[in-house]
């Protein structure tokens, strides 16, 4: 640490104020970061108060205005947990209603799918250019996928055209039954590993697995492979951030 | 004036006086009063006000204005209707339309203006450990309330400021003047009016004076107390109070003491004996006194149990009944020879094959009376893999070590090397296979104890050309290519500050500063969940034993209990005062146990998500808690290095083991609860003897009584073992299930 003499006055400020609260040990970049945050907070709330004095008229910036861009700020910068009654009232509330009960041979036991991280975050570009590929899984018709799916019912995605949940789930394919959709794509889907962690499920949608494995093992793959995959083809609520763009460049 | 107010529906502390003088009161109260209190007495202390009457029939000042509402208000809740009509008369009042135009601020106690209406009533009202009082709604619907909470806000100065030295210097020698035996009671009752008067002082903006109390009598406070009284030192204006919710909290609830009767009779004698007895009314106020019969406890006993944040205990709150046994193993037949044979059966139906018969389970078919039912809560079934598990678990059992102070466990440490502090949390797995750590970079590492490697499943192609019918399957379905030591996830947006494995080893939580809980799977090694719900940082979470529930605590001062298949919360535990730290489950899963920074513990009920325990004891926050393999006892440990053992049944503390220096992160109990192993930022490791603690213990509803026990001062009797490590502090402790001790910590090169 410098020493006093050659640091500046504000420095010195923070450096007498960290050993009245009894913190003795810190980092020297600490003052900096304190002396950072104390010039961005309080010229920050004296040019709202300036802002609220030139709105009320006044020539001067005086004490109300200061305290009224504190409590403004203070909501937004520094927010608290809820004061405790708040949370005791709806404690009382959340605890009032009785445990659910647990359906036995579920499998995983994971929210809906909307709540869950399992859902692709990105869909494929169609590489064929005329055809309209604004909504729905983007596929490339009569792709052989082989080995992925044993059931005949695949190629029937002729079309490229929008293929929604509606029209794909005429073709079940999964033993679980409900949530399996047969996507033309999984291969390409195979190759186009995405950025984020979580989509394993293009990749295993069209699996066949012994339901005795499922209730075993309770293995992820086979019971979330969720029409999700093709709801949230156009929707994709939580995954904005997967780029269209570079798929452009493809 | 202002015990008067301050307990709508709450029952003082067995004070019941004759009605007492106050003098020098800043707003003028009519005699009539004291008529109307009269009638009061069954619900709020008697300390009625006599005043100089209310200059006659001139229009009192807006002030005076306010408070007569308030009272008439407080009357006519409490249905006193004759003193209503007097006081009105008296008092020259037209009606109740003069309340609204009385704005007020309709703030509670902290800020003036605005906030949100929740009075100042409402908080004095939910002041204890215990749910809230039903007499107020935290939401006002009236708005008459706040008009109270302006009165008593102005009225929570008692007296004159500059006086306020000269009243605790007075009390000061008093207690100093006073039998050895109840000295070291009486001065319990330092800390808390000290506070109290500097905050009075603080809010009603005397900030001179306010630091000139602070500055004469802040060095006369206990030890264990400078934590606070350094963040005090820094609150010198009204302003500062209004953010610091904890400092609100401490406002409004009240701070237990636990007297004895002789003691307090002495105190009491003393306070009445003179006439300008502020301090009684701060007492009476702010402070609950909890009176027991029995001896009066010496300066050590005190010392042990104190240093919350709000006081002790009250000796109700620990009363209710906690079922603090296992639940009943199923039965499940173990084969004598290996492999096959693994003939299962529900309880109660044995079925006489060559196999041994489980004797893991309880011998009797009687329900142990402390166990809950094995339908309290909903729990989830086992699976076929659940009992292989329990078989697995069985058979290791078997060749378990059995530990005691002639036969010490073996410690292996795992040391993270090149962690540059960044260690955050760390969990293994119960057949200890598998290890977890989260660290600072908002990462979770996974990693193999084992030679096995973690391996991904398959992708859905290769998984559709496997041989399904094959008796390996399970192995097939495994990626090879995808076999590594460990395996890092990648989701968190801030330092990982819990991890907890599921008992199936199929899932792992993880919570972090980011506010959100993720659930791992750890077949594919992706995140499948995030559970968003605290706002703030999560600082702990834990799986139940049984799987499918789980809890987390952070920044909130909430714990919240989730089930895996539901996206917001089951149960919300509500009540400390400042952070929760640690969140444990019970072996039964049916309760909850939350550590916090308030330095208070409470155990909380799954099933209705009340508070049915209250520890007070530790002197700083606490970050470890370990609950004894059969139920019944609880071990934490905090920052003041002191590791306390709990009775759960009875709520007593049952013993004091001292030793570490430092922050103790990681407690254990052996397999069979003979040994309590207790790690500490202190690199050292130390072994206890739980066994010889709680044998000695004897706890029955006649020493319970009076809510302590007394303590003694074994720690070196009971400590069996002390291994240091270079420069490792320990961050987690895992007993094998052969008991075989297992350490984890980051190691910090310099």
Not at chain 1, 166 to 185: A, D, N
Not at chain 2, 417 to 422: I, K, P, S, T
Request: hydrophobic content about 30%.
């Amino acid at each position: 640490m410098a020493s006093p003499k050659t640091v500046p006055k504000d420095a010195q400020v923070m450096m007498q104020i960290l050993k009245d609260m009894g913190i003795t040990e810190y980092d020297p970049r600490v003052i900096n970061q304190m002396l950072e945050f104390t010039y961005r907070y309080v010229t920050t709330i004296i040019e709202d108060a300036k802002i609220y004095s030139t709105h009320a008229k006044k020539s001067n910036v005086d004490a109300d205005d200061i305290r009224l861009a504190i409590q403004c700020r203070v909501d937004q910068s520094f927010t608290s947990p809820p004061p405790r009654d708040f949370l005791l009232d709806i404690a009382r509330q959340k605890n009032q209603t009785p445990l659910p009960l647990i359906k036995p041979y579920t499998g995983p036991r994971l929210p809906p799918d909307r709540y869950c991280l399992t859902a692709p975050n990105y869909r494929l570009k169609s590489l064929q250019k005329k055809v309209s590929s604004s909504a729905g899984r983007i596929t490339v018709p009569r792709l052989s996928v082989g080995a992925v799916s044993s059931r005949p019912s695949t190629p029937t995605l002729g079309t490229p055209s929008v293929q929604t949940v509606g029209t794909k789930v005429g073709t079940p394919v999964s033993l679980t039954g409900q949530r399996f959709t047969v996507q033309i794509p999984s291969s390409q889907a195979l190759t186009v590993r995405s950025k984020a962690p979580t989509p394993t499920t293009p990749t295993v949608q069209n699996v066949l697995i012994n339901p005795s494995l499922i209730g075993s093992k309770n293995i992820l793959i086979t019971t979330n492979m969720v029409s999700q995959n093709s709801s949230s083809d156009s929707t994709s609520l939580k995954r904005k951030h997967e780029d269209e763009d570079e798929y452009d460049a493809l | 004036m202002t015990p008067l107010l301050s307990a709508p529906g709450e029952k003082m502390a067995a004070v019941q006086d004759a009605p007492m003088e106050l003098d020098s009161e800043k707003e003028t109260k009519p005699e009539i009063l004291s008529d109307g209190t009269s009638n009061l007495s069954g619900n709020t202390a008697s300390g009625t006000l006599s005043s100089p009457p209310l200059t006659a029939g001139g229009a009192p000042k807006q002030e005076d204005q306010q408070t007569l509402i308030a009272v008439l208000q407080f009357l006519r809740r409490n249905k006193l209707t004759e003193s209503v009509d007097i006081l009105r008369r008296e008092a020259c009042l037209e009606d109740q339309e003069d309340s609204q135009t009385l704005d007020g601020s309709g703030g509670g106690k902290g800020d003036g203006d605005g906030g949100d209406a929740n009075s100042l009533l409402s908080r004095v009202s939910i002041a204890s450990a215990a749910a809230p009082q039903s007499t107020l709604t935290p939401i006002p619907v009236k708005n008459d309330q706040p008009d109270v909470s302006v009165v008593l806000s102005a009225y929570s100065q008692q007296g004159d400021p500059s006086l306020y030295q000269v009243y605790y210097t007075g009390l000061k020698n008093f207690i100093e003047s006073v039998l050895d035996c109840h000295r070291a009671e009486l001065s319990q009752l330092f800390y808390p009016l000290f506070v109290h008067m500097y905050l009075e002082l603080v809010y009603n903006n005397h900030e001179t004076k306010a630091k000139a109390f602070f500055e004469k009598f802040s060095g006369d406070q206990e030890c264990y107390y400078q934590d606070d009284l350094q963040i005090l030192c820094g609150l010198t204006k009204k302003e500062h109070l209004k953010g610091n919710e904890a400092l609100l909290d401490f406002r409004t609830s009240r701070f237990v003491l636990r007297i004895s009767r002789d003691s307090y009779q002495l105190l009491k004698r003393h306070l009445q004996e003179r006439h300008n007895n502020q301090i009684w009314n701060i007492i009476q106020e702010h402070l609950y006194i909890d009176i027991f019969d029995g001896m009066p406890r010496s300066k050590s006993q005190i010392d042990s149990m104190s240093g919350s944040f709000a006081g002790e205990t009250r000796r109700e709150v620990n009363k209710a009944k906690v079922f603090y046994g296992l639940l009943k193993e199923p039965e499940i037949e173990v084969p004598l020879d290996d492999e096959d044979d693994e003939a299962e059966n529900e309880e109660g139906k044995p079925k006489k094959k060559k196999t041994k018969k489980d004797s893991m389970g309880s011998k009797s078919k009687k329900q142990d009376p402390n166990a809950p039912q094995q339908n309290r809560i909903p729990l989830p079934e086992l699976k076929d893999s659940d009992k292989l598990d329990k078989i697995m678990y069985m058979k290791e059992s078997t060749k378990r070590i059995r530990l005691g102070p002639e036969n010490l466990p073996s410690i292996c440490f795992y040391s993270f090397l090149n962690a540059y502090q960044g260690l955050t949390a760390v969990d293994f797995t119960d057949d200890s296979s598998l290890l977890a750590g989260g660290f600072a970079d908002s990462t979770v590492r996974v990693w193999s104890a084992t030679p096995k490697k973690l391996r991904k499943v398959k992708s859905a192609a290769e998984l559709n050309l496997i041989d399904k019918e094959s008796d390996d399957v399970l192995e097939r379905i495994m990626d090879e290519k995808t076999a590594s030591e460990s395996k890092n996830l990648y989701g968190h947006s801030g330092p990982v500050y819990g991890v907890s494995f599921s008992p199936d080893r199929n899932y792992l939580l993880s919570s972090s500063e980011d506010g959100t809980v993720r659930l791992w799977s750890l077949q594919t090694f992706t995140c499948l969940v995030g559970y968003k719900g605290h706002n703030y940082p999560v600082w702990d979470t834990h799986f139940s034993p049984f799987g499918y529930y789980f809890v987390s605590g952070g920044h909130d001062r909430v714990a919240r209990l989730w089930a895996t298949d539901h996206y917001q919360p089951l149960r919300i535990f509500a009540g400390h005062l400042a952070d929760v730290t640690c969140t444990r489950f019970h072996p039964n899963s049916n309760y909850v146990v939350t550590g916090s920074t308030d330095r208070t513990i409470r155990l909380w009920d799954v099933l209705n998500g009340n508070c049915v325990r209250f520890f007070t004891g530790h002197k700083g926050p606490i970050h470890s808690l370990a609950f004894s393999p059969n139920g019944k006892f609880l071990a934490s440990g905090s920052t003041d290095g002191r590791v306390l053992l709990w009775d759960i049944g009875h709520g007593l503390m049952i013993g004091e083991l001292k030793g570490h220096t430092d922050t103790i992160y990681a407690l254990k109990f052996s397999r069979d609860g003979e040994i309590l192993a207790s790690g500490s930022m202190d690199n050292t490791v130390r072994l206890w003897d739980s066994m010889k603690a709680f044998d000695d213990m004897e706890t029955d509803d006649f020493t319970a009584a009076t809510g302590h026990i007394p303590l003694p001062d074994n720690s070196q009797e009971l400590l069996l073992g002390m291994y240091h490590s270079k420069s490792t502090p320990v961050t987690h402790l895992h007993f094998t299930r052969r008991n075989l001790l297992l350490a984890a910590g980051a190691y910090n090169s310099q």
